[in-house]
């Protein structure tokens, strides 16, 4: 069956590879109307006077907002730096940079002018360029489009998406300039930090909206896109994001409701650790607890995924799982000890998830040197596994949480044979209350998945448990400092404390 694979960026390029290339909107104010500033702004590789003529090329535009989408939630992107990197789950036991960057970010001690928050803000800002300009051909063509329908719901694919990217930038940063519609360089200094509230409240209308438009599922070469109940999820966690608890939970629920996703993840009648282990192969594309997923493919010159090679040991005598040959990685997300230890005895999830170290195929001695096999892929070089970015363990637990209802936390248990909360076999004395029992299970079932300090920050907890640990973070450390050269470029944008 043919899938739905977003092709890569087509439709702009920048002449410059400074890491400030990329903020299309932002970053590049630029200070005049000279060549070398004008070098920075995107140039268009297929003019709109040749293009947006016809339906195929405008679900074309439109597909190259889902491989934003892809290149955001990649490796080293927002969600990976913020959800992962600055949590209790990783650290950097050793690595191939020449910066501290990375260390940086894990410690909670950044500098204004980290690279590697710089490449994740610009390679956002890139992605919002390319989906406003995507609406707004949508909105204007002339087209008439073969179905019905079929204009709106792309117009809604699209903004489902640009809210999802807005999303994550709001929680890394807090306030961010907010643009809905393609700028000039000149019109972009004007664009300030919004009110996160703003932002918010816009991203809730934006995917009501969208949900409207948006069917419940879709198959064929389309299984993958964003679907109502794909809208829904994003949107409960932008009402997280505003504390509307009751909003949320309704979405939530709709979700569960629909009995459109299942924890059988496999499909194959029965509810078992097989399921999860299924979830993380290679080949496993859109299973049925699939809610928000991107799309890579294996292979030289295909949209390839990259977190495998960022993740894995950078250790010279490192190899992949019946692989003989060297593939050394380049260290980042080693899984802390203090997570390995989180898994309950007998959980499999743990065996799933990581690996504890490898063996020395020359001299057999074992390196404890622990990595994430979430990302597991035999094709090293191009892996084309897809990754999970809303799956409907995660919707159950937040539903949990939000009714203070063991029941949904005991189907996320069971299905890997753990006892209940609640029985006399739970581990009740080290997660003595609900609340921590969830914030357990979201974490080793979510391990890798770019949730954890997502989840410490809206519950309030990430504070006093990472200074338990030793990380020196505060209050003021729960968003990152905007990129220094955003603020060289435009003075008037402000700095976070």
Known sequence: MKRFIPPVTLLYKSTVTSPVVYFLLFSLLFSSCTKNALDLYPETTLTEGVFYKNESQLIQAVNDAYRQLERIYDAGGVPDIYGELASDNVFIKATSGGNSWSEDINRHDIDADNGKLATAWNTAYNGIYIINNAIEQLEKTTVTFSTVGLKERLLAEAKAIRALIYFNLVQAWGGVPFPLKVVSPQESYNYLREDKTIILAQLVNDLKAAK??????????????????????????????QNDKANATQELKSIIESNAFSLDANSDGAINAADYAHLFKAATKNSKESIVEIQYIAGQNQVNSTHQTEYAPWDFAFHLPGSTVTFRGNGLNTPTNDLINEYETGDPRKDLSLATGFNDLQTGNFIAYPYTLKFYDPTFLYPGQNVEIIRYADILLLYAELTSDATYLNQVRRRVGLPDYGSALYPSGKYSTLALAIEHERRVELAFEFHRFFDLVRTGRAVSVLQSKGINTSSNKLVFPIPQSVIDINPRITQNP
Do not use: F, K, W
Request: hydrophobic residues 45%.
């Open 212 to 241: 409207l438009d948006l069917p419940p599922s879709y198959t064929g070469a389309n299984a993958g896109r964003i679907t109502q109940y794909g809208a829904s999820a994003i949107l409960a966690y932008v009402y997280l994001a």
